[in-house]
């Protein structure tokens, strides 16, 4: 446990706080020693995630944009609790969120750590369709860390219009840059805007979208392509102790979303793992098990819902120190923080799905004192 001094508990004071409901306890509590593991992996095996409050996630964000060193609160803190306040669906006020992403667009010659950018701006752009709206232009934010998690956020959670608006601005700013090039014109240079890797993740998606791919042959390149990614927020040097999830990004939603409802189309559960074994098996003919480690393929199979060799298993349970009675459940793809079911669904659907209160969001002009 860190230790407390008596300025923390002033600062936490001020906010209606007390020792033993405060965001950082809370956090200790239930990471304990598993603290520096992957978050996304940590609480998939620990549903019972602390009630993290709006009041808490201020705290946190207030402290760490002071540097208050003595409260103790690190970016880490609080990328773990916008995580699980997201996963929770903690009713959040946009204004908060937004004001914490636009100011770390405003430090000059500051790195932002893509860890809290990425979560940030992940749960804005969960929050609905005004939220979005509202960070909409952070998506040509100069500093590319922030432009790229934006996009990318924006891109997962907007629904198709979403994609479409941005993916046509991109194409549109392409088009002229090439018009300028074929007539002759020095000194161009490209936008940086078009240059992300969430901007070159819609290029793809709308590319993906348009391959004609039955059940069959929708498997098999899954399996044969690595268009399916895991990630880690671990601070494990060891990499067989950090523990993965499947990445949040518009390319791992769309193919993960064919995926589950290619493979929800079984009507049994040995019709489900002969698809499975289509995906190992396209998986194995590009990727030789000699050159691929048990621990990524135990992993993402795991992750994916699929049935697990024994070799897998042992690896878990050996090396992850999972016991079987723990393990997921298989048959279910396992995303921590994002419901499959959104993706894509336009912003009416989604309103009709999860209704949210009314809320005032300040316009960025008014936060960092720019038009």
């Given at each position: 446990?860190?230790?407390?001094?008596?300025?923390?508990?002033?600062?936490?004071?001020?906010?209606?706080?007390?020792?033993?409901?405060?965001?950082?306890?809370?956090?200790?509590?239930?990471?304990?020693?598993?603290?520096?593991?992957?978050?996304?992996?940590?609480?998939?095996?620990?549903?019972?995630?602390?009630?993290?409050?709006?009041?808490?996630?201020?705290?946190?964000?207030?402290?760490?944009?002071?540097?208050?060193?003595?409260?103790?609160?690190?970016?880490?803190?609080?990328?773990?609790?916008?995580?699980?306040?997201?996963?929770?669906?903690?009713?959040?006020?946009?204004?908060?969120?937004?004001?914490?992403?636009?100011?770390?667009?405003?430090?000059?010659?500051?790195?932002?750590?893509?860890?809290?950018?990425?979560?940030?701006?992940?749960?804005?752009?969960?929050?609905?369709?005004?939220?979005?709206?509202?960070?909409?232009p952070l998506r040509?934010?100069?500093?590319?860390?922030?432009?790229?998690?934006?996009?990318?956020?924006?891109?997962?959670?907007?629904?198709?219009?979403?994609?479409?608006?941005?993916?046509?601005?991109?194409?549109?700013?392409?088009?002229?840059?090439?018009?300028?090039?074929?007539?002759?014109?020095?000194?161009?240079e490209s936008d940086?805007?078009?240059?992300?890797?969430?901007?070159?993740?819609?290029?793809?998606?709308?590319?993906?979208?348009?391959?004609?791919?039955?059940?069959?042959?929708?498997?098999?390149?899954?399996?044969?392509?690595?268009?399916?990614?895991?990630?880690?927020?671990?601070?494990?040097?060891?990499?067989?102790?950090?523990?993965?999830?499947?990445?949040?990004?518009?390319?791992?939603?769309?193919?993960?979303?064919?995926?589950?409802?290619?493979?929800?189309?079984?009507?049994?559960?040995?019709?489900?793992?002969?698809?499975?074994?289509?995906?190992?098996?396209?998986?194995?003919?590009?990727?030789?098990?000699?050159?691929?480690?048990?621990?990524?393929?135990?992993?993402?199979?795991?992750?994916?819902?699929?049935?697990?060799?024994?070799?897998?298993?042992?690896?878990?349970?050996?090396?992850?120190?999972?016991?079987?009675?723990?393990?997921?459940?298989?048959?279910?793809?396992?995303?921590?923080?994002?419901?499959?079911?959104?993706?894509?669904?336009?912003?009416?659907?989604?309103?009709?799905?999860?209704?949210?209160?009314?809320?005032?969001?300040?316009?960025?002009?008014?936060?960092?004192?720019?038009?």
């Amino acid at each position: 446990m860190r230790i407390r001094l008596i300025s923390y508990l002033l600062l936490l004071s001020l906010i209606g706080g007390n020792l033993k409901s405060s965001p950082l306890e809370k956090l200790d509590a239930y990471f304990g020693e598993s603290m520096h593991q992957c978050y996304y992996w940590y609480s998939l095996h620990h549903p019972n995630t602390p009630v993290l409050s709006e009041s808490d996630l201020a705290f946190l964000l207030s402290a760490w944009q002071e540097q208050n060193e003595e409260a103790g609160v690190s970016s880490r803190d609080i990328s773990a609790a916008l995580f699980l306040a997201r996963s929770q669906a903690t009713d959040i006020s946009p204004d908060l969120l937004l004001r914490a992403l636009v100011s770390l667009t405003l430090v000059e010659e500051h790195n932002p750590e893509s860890w809290l950018v990425n979560e940030l701006s992940l749960s804005l752009a969960s929050l609905g369709p005004e939220a979005r709206d509202a960070m909409y232009p952070l998506r040509r934010s100069g500093d590319e860390v922030v432009a790229n998690a934006v996009v990318s956020a924006l891109s997962v959670y907007g629904g198709e219009d979403m994609s479409e608006k941005i993916h046509d601005e991109i194409s549109s700013i392409q088009d002229e840059f090439m018009k300028k090039f074929k007539a002759g014109e020095s000194n161009l240079e490209s936008d940086r805007f078009t240059q992300l890797s969430a901007s070159n993740q819609l290029d793809y998606y709308f590319a993906a979208k348009k391959r004609q791919l039955e059940d069959g042959d929708l498997l098999d390149f899954i399996g044969r392509t690595d268009v399916i990614t895991v990630s880690s927020t671990s601070m494990f040097r060891n990499v067989e102790a950090k523990g993965l999830y499947l990445s949040i990004n518009l390319r791992n939603a769309y193919w993960l979303s064919r995926l589950d409802g290619t493979l929800s189309n079984a009507s049994s559960l040995s019709e489900r793992v002969q698809m499975e074994k289509i995906v190992r098996d396209a998986f194995n003919r590009n990727h030789p098990p000699e050159n691929v480690s048990i621990y990524f393929r135990a992993m993402i199979y795991y992750l994916l819902g699929f049935e697990l060799t024994e070799a897998e298993k042992k690896y878990l349970t050996d090396v992850m120190g999972l016991k079987e009675s723990e393990f997921l459940p298989r048959g279910k793809i396992h995303i921590a923080g994002f419901n499959l079911d959104d993706f894509q669904r336009s912003d009416e659907e989604q309103l009709v799905a999860t209704p949210k209160p009314e809320v005032s969001i300040t316009p960025i002009a008014e936060v960092t004192g720019k038009e």
